[in-house]
């Protein structure tokens, strides 16, 4: 295959320019100004066009084993290609948890069967009970990239710490949900104006931010590599920003949502909006924007997170929290942060692509000659309105929203995974 006319953006190196590109077995072979596609090679003319390593996620849930009626594997990774995705880690708070080698197995060996890179996450605590640690070394080595108990934050201080040093001895991230229980009385919604306006009491950002707190100083005293994920507050923002220039191997997760929308979203979205942890101030936004733009996020993850239409027409205070990101990531991240000069293109796909790939040790997240063939090819300033989804479930407050930036095609081993219906 060949792509012409492409402008490549590779945030590994830093660098923009218009070049053509050869793929051969999965591999960049070439990369020149003007090269000629022979008979038996496919075409992809990307005039106009940005190409850019596949972009890689840190945190999303495919809710397979136990929770298929929401989303599988193969819609999954639907889903990621739709978004430019290439690479997707796995949470592990499915049904049976991924806290023995026989399921991280099964999940591995029926995911290698799909289209793009699917890693896992193994849990830190057997059945998420944050009380005793897992084999984390056999874990690893039977193929977990990172350990987590998403969905459920660690409360107990003391086995927090054990298990960001037993990461930190083998090398991997710990990814921590921090949302202390003892403040919440209704979750999915930021305790505040709106909060009181429907009659709840919610999650306070206080919450959260204990909780961070407490596991910036754990970071700095351990030394692991620890990722606090889908970030909310702005508080919460100004202690890893504190505690990483103490010198702490802290990492922050943002999601498109967190910097995209308020608190002000349940309103007009309802439980399309609910989500852990909440939607929070504009202030609060507003300093997560900031945080993306010093650096002191370094990860955006979409926390995709997919529930049946039925769940989420509950009640307020019994439908599930959360929202699916992947295929409207990229274009929320041109939408709300590179179009109003928060952040560049280049610096976008860096907190989508490299920074990722580094954390977690993975040999992506670049365009070079040998490197692996894992791209997207968008438009940045096509606009579209996402109207139906390549996920099993749809709920997003977003559908129907004009967005810019749209894929056009995905790579994963040098092959064609996505196509936008308009060009293929």
């Not at 020149?32 to 840190?58: F, K, W, Y």
């Not at 001895?169 to 909060?195: C, Q, T, Y």
């Amino acid at each position: 295959m060949i792509i012409k006319n492409g402008l490549i953006m590779n945030p590994h190196t830093n660098a923009s320019y218009k070049a053509d590109l050869r793929i051969q077995d999965g591999i960049v072979e070439e990369i020149g100004p003007t090269l000629s596609a022979a008979p038996t090679e496919e075409c992809i003319n990307a005039e106009g066009l940005i190409i850019a390593p596949g972009l890689i996620d840190t945190h999303t849930h495919f809710r397979d084993p136990g929770f298929t009626h929401k989303e599988t594997l193969h819609t999954g990774a639907l889903a990621a290609a739709g978004g430019g995705f290439t690479s997707v880690i796995c949470m592990a708070n499915t049904s049976p948890a991924v806290d023995s080698v026989p399921v991280l197995q099964d999940i591995l060996e029926r995911a290698a069967q799909e289209t793009i890179r699917i890693f896992q996450a193994g849990t830190v605590s057997h059945g998420l009970k944050g009380q005793v640690l897992t084999d984390m070394q056999s874990l690893k080595e039977a193929g977990a990239c990172g350990f987590t108990d998403d969905g459920i934050p660690i409360t107990n201080a003391a086995f927090c710490y054990e298990a960001m040093k037993a990461a930190k001895m083998l090398d991997v991230p710990i990814s921590l949900h921090e949302e202390d229980p003892a403040f919440i009385r209704n979750n999915g919604i930021n305790h505040g104006k709106v909060s009181r306006q429907m009659g709840f009491y919610g999650s306070p950002a206080v919450a959260e931010e204990s909780l961070v707190a407490r596991d910036c100083m754990l970071a700095l005293r351990s030394g692991a590599h620890v990722v606090i994920q889908h970030i909310s507050s702005g508080y919460s923002v100004e202690l890893v920003r504190t505690f990483r220039a103490m010198g702490a191997k802290l990492h922050a997760e943002a999601t498109p949502h967190h910097f995209s929308l308020t608190e002000e979203a349940l309103l007009s979205h309802g439980t399309l909006a609910k989500m852990n942890p909440p939607l929070r101030t504009e202030e609060d936004r507003q300093a997560i924007i900031q945080g993306l733009s010093d650096g002191t996020i370094d990860l955006i993850a979409t926390d995709h997170a997919p529930h049946s239409a039925g769940e989420k027409a509950k009640p307020f205070s019994e439908a599930p929290s959360g929202i699916i990101g992947l295929e409207t990531a990229l274009s929320l991240g041109i939408t709300s942060l590179v179009r109003p000069g928060h952040l560049t293109l280049m610096e976008l796909l860096e907190k989508m692509t490299v920074n990722p790939a580094k954390l977690y040790h993975l040999p992506y997240g670049k365009i070079e000659q040998g490197s692996q063939a894992d791209l997207v090819i968008f438009d940045p300033k096509e606009r579209w309105i996402p109207d139906s989804h390549l996920s099993m479930s749809s709920n997003s407050p977003f559908t129907g929203k004009e967005l810019y930036g749209k894929v056009k095609y995905t790579l994963c081993r040098g092959r064609i995974v996505y196509a936008d219906p308009a060009v293929s």
